[in-house]
């Protein structure tokens, strides 16, 4: 079995007629936080939608843990996601929108669920709809939701954005816990203290393709 937790193989997407992944191959180690830069439009998000299983290849493959994507699992087993402006619905509180979303698997106890919602800076027992939640706040809590059931690997597209420096460094300490507690860890951002804080290993992207790592 391979040391590294997550490998993408040359992996291509195609959609129509254009290529949005060219040939991707990234190695990403168990307990780490991997780091991954480029203007929009660069294939950040879309090599995020791949790892979690949302797309499939056009060529290539992504093996995590040792089990080949698309083929021995169709997601990867214990995942927290937020990629792609992740929406709650707006006419519930955060508690209860969480607490929804938990009944999916059915893991955990509305404790660890108000837990989520402490740690990120939210109050659990707030009263207010998600549809009235500041932009901020809205982000915080669904980052709530990407860690509340303690996931194995967390993918998250721009964590910090909308965050005041409070909460930047709220959410840098909190991913720093999950690392700790033995999460792997993915993060695209555009905001270098992001990269430099968290990420022992960053990749660079370009139209589809990674151009460097550091």
């Known amino acids: 079995m391979s040391a590294n937790y997550i490998e993408v193989k040359n992996f291509t997407k195609v959609i129509d007629k254009r290529t949005v992944l060219d040939k991707v191959s990234v190695q990403i180690e168990k307990n780490s936080i991997v780091g991954f830069v480029g203007k929009n439009g660069s294939g950040k998000t879309m090599l995020f939608r791949a790892i979690s299983g949302l797309i499939k290849p056009t060529d290539g493959e992504i093996m995590i843990d040792g089990k080949l994507l698309g083929k021995d699992i169709s997601f ?49 027992k707030d009263k207010k709809k998600f549809g009235k939640y500041s932009l901020g706040m809205k982000q915080r809590l669904v980052i709530a939701q990407a860690i509340m059931e303690s ?26 816990e999950e690392r700790a507690k033995g999460a792997t860890i993915l993060i695209a951002s555009h905001s270098s203290e992001d990269i430099a804080r968290l990420c022992e290993k960053t990749y660079y992207m370009h139209e589809g393709r990674i151009k460097a790592e550091s």
């Open 151 to 176: 996931p194995d690997l967390l993918i998250l597209d721009e964590p910090t954005n909308a965050l005041d420096a409070d909460g930047v460094t709220l959410i840098h300490e909190l991913l720093l």
């Open 76 to 124: 990867p087993p214990s995942l927290g996601i937020m990629i792609e402006n992740v929406g709650l619905w707006s006419y519930m509180t955060g508690f209860e929108a969480l607490r929804l979303l938990a009944s999916i698997n059915n893991k955990i106890s509305d404790k660890e669920i108000e837990n989520a919602i402490s740690r990120v800076g939210l109050e659990p």
